[in-house]
């Protein structure tokens, strides 16, 4: 065979344009792809939903692939083991109740599992601002701003693209950078104690792992937190690379909006 790159170039542009173009319209739009994220969009694809998740970085993972301090394993505990096992994910007990995996392996099984479900990755796309629409009196977000994160990096002064959703989620991790965006630029009140961003604080596993679960919900008309954004939207502690609350909230967001659509 003799290979024709304009035939490549073609394959590749006409793919891209139409999963493009198919996400203009999307049950739940994600943003960030870190282990919460990808949990959820693999359970939200796996019913059936229409999603799409944005990540600004080349791959997704966010902070899984490193493990603790770049020593590459994480812990999950007995209560999410299933979820990486599901994903086809070896672990060993390590102690009672601590399961031990290669990072890089969970990682990449959340991602295949994500894919494989149906769920559109965008990567290198950065979401910048969101759609905010008032409808009987009400404001909610329909949809994000997105652009590509080379335009973003490199500060080019270039418009981004628009697509509308029902239901977003914020797993941008320890930043929360979409709802900031959202407070910040429209003074919108959260559902929140404060109204607002009530901001991460310092170690304590034990009760952050609990929390991620627990403030997993949404938090404003249209927008849920998932993952440490979640402990972050509502002032609690960050734990380190024991993963298994960001598994339990990406699956708890999804069965939450999926129960909602
Ligand atoms: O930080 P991240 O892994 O979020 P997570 O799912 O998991 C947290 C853990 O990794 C770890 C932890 C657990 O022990 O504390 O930190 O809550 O992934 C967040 C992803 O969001 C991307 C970012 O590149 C990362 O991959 N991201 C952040 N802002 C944007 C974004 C944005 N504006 N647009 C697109 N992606």
Not at 22 to 42: E, F, K, N, R
Not at 222 to 247: E, K
Request: aromatic content about 8%; some cysteine; glycine content about 12%.
């Amino acid at each position: 065979m003799i290979i024709d790159e304009r035939i490549v170039t073609e394959a590749i542009a006409s793919a891209y344009f139409e999963k493009f173009k198919q996400c203009l319209d999307l049950d739940v739009a994600i943003v960030g792809g870190g282990p919460s994220g990808l949990t959820a969009a693999w359970k939200l694809a796996e019913a059936g939903r229409k999603v799409a998740l944005f990540e600004r970085k080349l791959s997704v993972g966010g902070g899984m692939w490193g493990g603790g301090m770049t020593w590459n394993y994480i812990v999950v505990q007995e209560e999410a083991k299933g979820i990486l096992e599901e994903a086809g994910c070896a672990m060993s007990e390590y102690k009672p109740g601590y399961f031990l995996a290669d990072s890089v392996a969970a990682t990449a099984a959340l991602a295949y599992r994500a894919t494989k479900a149906g769920a559109h990755v965008f990567n290198c796309m950065s979401v910048e601002d969101v759609v905010l629409r008032e409808i009987d009196g009400e404001k909610r977000v329909m949809g994000l701003v997105v652009n590509s994160s080379p335009v973003e990096m490199a500060r080019l002064h270039v418009d981004p693209l628009v697509l509308h959703c029902k239901h977003a989620i914020e797993c941008t991790g320890h930043d929360v950078e979409m709802l900031k965006t959202l407070v910040r630029k429209n003074g919108v009140k959260l559902n929140t104690p404060s109204g607002g961003i009530e901001g991460e604080q310092s170690m304590w596993a034990d009760v952050a792992e609990a929390n991620t679960v627990r403030h997993t919900r949404e938090v404003f008309p249209g927008v849920w937190v998932a993952g440490m954004a979640a402990n972050a939207t509502y002032g609690s502690y960050r734990m380190g690379p024991i993963f298994g609350g960001m598994l339990l909230s990406g699956v708890k967001v999804a069965e939450e909006i999926n129960a909602r659509l």
